[in-house]
């Protein structure tokens, strides 16, 4: 399993970070390391297996799997005291390219994993050892706004996400469980990628924002780092929006139009 | 060094701000309606006086918001943000019962106090990256059957707050709210005490018993205290910018049982 396990200190918590070597993944690992005792769990080849994918799923976990991920998390020290679960966004499929199998896969992963590690870590702590874990997901402005940028799979499934959100916060609560969302909406890894977009996207992307920048990684992973942390010890059930005022606009964000293949100027 | 304005600095959650953004290393002005405990606040937290500026504020004054935006600008230049904390009902009820006086007093209060603020710190907030919250309340979105003048009030400010926060994008001004659950303040038990019992409620302890009752309802079992509220506003207000339009709901998780 490609999982660095660090040893622990009481002063920190243990955060489990599924999805750790992503874009977005590796920006949160940089600002939580060195504040907290990081567990990060990296994507492997197949999308929906995370660790050492050695095939046929052994020596890797499969998240739509509920014995593989309680395997996993009985394998990591506890108490884990956050998990961040950062779904790997997998299908871009049209709706004439969209099958029930394509939509099932795209909800096993996005949140049937979720419900696994809940599940697993809920199993695997004990009660006692559950008071003060935090959960946060990520979710999408396209949870309630369309966009031909993503598929169909992709938005059902964010959908989906944010209410499963509620009710396992709901569910979980009595436990000193809390469960949490974030919801971004175009994500650049600095204020300076928005350089690197075309014209053709930039400009409305830019109208969307009503001129304000997109949320970069930092800005994303800072609300997660509160959300984990003992001063949002009152927040759960939320999904909060980052994403510079986009789900508060009246307008879809299916304005900007179907992603060119080369969006990226580089 | 950022500035900010903070409203009800005689209250629980706005000296909780205070306090937090004053560690944050904010100088800040407190407009409050009671300035002998805003004085006394303000000496424990700030001796030298240097970093904190008094803005007291006459009930009845119609020019408040203009006069407390021009001490700030006067004292420090510009304004960086806005944690508007004041707010609240004088006494609760069922909808019956509320007389129309409340209705007005709820509404300047709740709605068009913070409006004002607004108004008169915009010019010196635009295009500093600059942050204003507001405190709304849980029962915007999920009213009960007692403070009808209140739930509305705050689902009205709540709307106000996603208007803002389209209008003022383009001058980099971010606008979200923070919407708190039963919070144990000490606004909340002077509302709770001026409101009349039920006949099913013993005279004598009818305070105790609202506090049980909403207790009972919190999944945590307790009130919320004032920090952890501030805590989200000064999250908001210290952080990022890409927040904005959103009312955070700060409750323990009681909106998802109502």
Known sequence: ?266 | MSVALVTGGAGSIGQAVITRLLDAGYLIGISSRDPVATESFRQSIDPQGSRTLSLPRHPQDPDWANAAVAAVVDAWGSIDAIASCSGGVRRTGPWEEILDADWHEAYQDNVLDPLALVRNAVPYMKHRDARIVFVASFVASSPGLWNPHYSSAKAALVHLVKYLARSLAEVQISVNAVSPGYTLTEGLLRTLENSPPLSTENGADFVAMRLKSMSDKMPMGRLLSPDEVAETIVFIVTSSRALSGQNIIVDGGISLSR
């Open chain 1, 1 to 266: 399993m490609a999982a660095s396990l660090l040893t622990n200190t009481d002063m920190r918590k243990r955060i489990l970070i599924v999805g750790s070597d992503g874009n977005f993944g590796k920006e949160l690992v940089r600002m939580l390391d060195g504040q907290h005792v990081v567990v990060g769990i990296d994507y492997a080849e197949k999308p929906w297996f995370i660790g050492n994918d050695r095939g046929g799923g052994v020596g890797g976990c499969d998240v739509t799997a509920v014995e593989d991920v309680f395997l996993l998390c009985q394998e990591i020290p506890h108490p884990i005291q956050g998990l961040v679960y950062l779904p790997r966004v997998r299908l871009r499929d049209r709706l004439s390219e969209v099958t029930l199998e394509s939509l099932l896969d795209e909800f096993s992963v996005s949140v049937g994993g979720l419900v696994h590690f809940v599940q697993a870590l809920v199993g695997t702590q004990g009660s006692s050892s559950n008071c003060g874990l935090s959960v946060v997901s990520m979710s999408s402005v396209l949870a309630s706004r369309v966009s031909s940028f993503e598929g169909l799979g992709y938005h059902l499934s964010k959908a989906a996400l944010e209410q499963l959100v509620r009710f396992l916060a709901m569910e979980l609560g009595s436990r000193g469980i809390r469960v949490n969302a974030v919801s971004p909406g175009w994500m650049v890894r600095t204020s300076d990628d928005l350089d690197n977009l075309i014209e053709e996207v930039r400009t409305p992307l830019s109208r969307v924002n009503s001129g304000k920048s997109p949320a970069n990684f930092y800005e994303v992973a800072a609300l997660i780092s509160f959300l984990l942390s003992d001063a949002s010890q009152s927040l759960s059930g939320q999904v909060i929006s980052v994403d510079s005022g986009v789900s508060n606009l009246e307008t879809s964000f299916a304005a900007i139009g179907p992603l060119p293949d080369n969006w990226q100027k580089s």
